[in-house]
């Protein structure tokens, strides 16, 4: 079993519905958790980062995190075509672990005109 | 600002031969960390140097190795290229002590 699990997709959704995107992990030794959004033959991109239970919005995006649940959501509101990506979820157990992300595999998004 | 700059982007080499990839990250960025990505398994940290010392290592067997210069440039090395190494090679960079980590496009990585 993989410690982050994430929904592959793909998702597909009308311009202008909300997206709504999930995680889920299983140690709850992880503390830090981001969003991450990457088009194709590009690097992911860092959308949220988040550190403790509860909500976090950032313009149309929004992240919610419940380490009772060790489940993770990103709602994108106004989705527009250029939203179209894979996103991917990922996790830290902290300073301790330095740099070292273990991700989701991802979930691709399109969002039609 | 530039980017985290990979080099190079495209890349393709022969069962057993060694390749060596390189990472130039954002000005002021001392840590830099690589990642591999593939269809099958998504994004696997490989490793993480901070001021020339390799703070954390992923699961990759020895064949993969990293270093880090004194200008926070880093380098990845493969030898023994196998068919699974196909991949593309992720570098990001961030401050000290900061999680915003800044992902290159990345090296892809065609073993035949």
């Known amino acids: 079993q993989k410690e982050v699990e994430q929904d592959p997709g793909p998702l597909s959704v009308p311009e202008g519905a909300i997206v709504s995107l999930n995680c889920t992990y299983s140690?709850?030794?992880?503390?830090?958790f981001m969003w991450y959004r990457q088009y194709s033959r590009k690097g992911p991109e860092l959308l949220m980062y988040t550190y403790s239970s509860g909500n976090k919005e950032d313009g149309r995006f929004t992240a919610q995190v419940d380490k009772s649940s060790k489940y993770i959501s990103l709602f994108i509101r106004d989705s527009q075509p250029s939203d179209s990506a894979t996103y991917l979820c990922a996790v830290n157990t902290g300073r301790a672990a330095g740099n070292k992300l273990t991700f989701g595999g991802g979930t691709r998004v399109l969002v039609k005109p | 600002k530039a980017g985290v700059t990979q080099t190079p982007r495209y890349l393709i080499k022969t069962r057993g031969q060694q390749v060596t990839l390189s990472c130039s990250p954002i000005?002021?960025?001392?840590?830099v960390s690589w990642y591999q990505q593939t269809p099958g398994q998504g994004l696997q940290f490989l490793f993480e140097?901070?001021?020339?010392?390799?703070?954390n290592k992923g699961n990759f067997p020895g064949r993969f190795s990293g270093r880090q210069f004194s200008n926070s440039r880093s380098e990845m090395n493969v030898s023994t290229l196998e068919l699974g190494d196909s991949a593309l090679y992720l570098c990001?960079?961030?401050?000290?002590?900061?999680?915003?980590?800044?992902f290159g496009s990345g090296t892809r990585l065609t073993v035949v």
């Open positions: 000005s002021g960025h001392r840590s």
């Open positions: 990001a960079s961030s401050l000290e002590n900061s999680y915003g980590y800044t």
């Open positions: 140690n709850s030794a992880f503390q830090y």
């Open positions: 140097y901070f001021s020339e010392t390799q703070r």
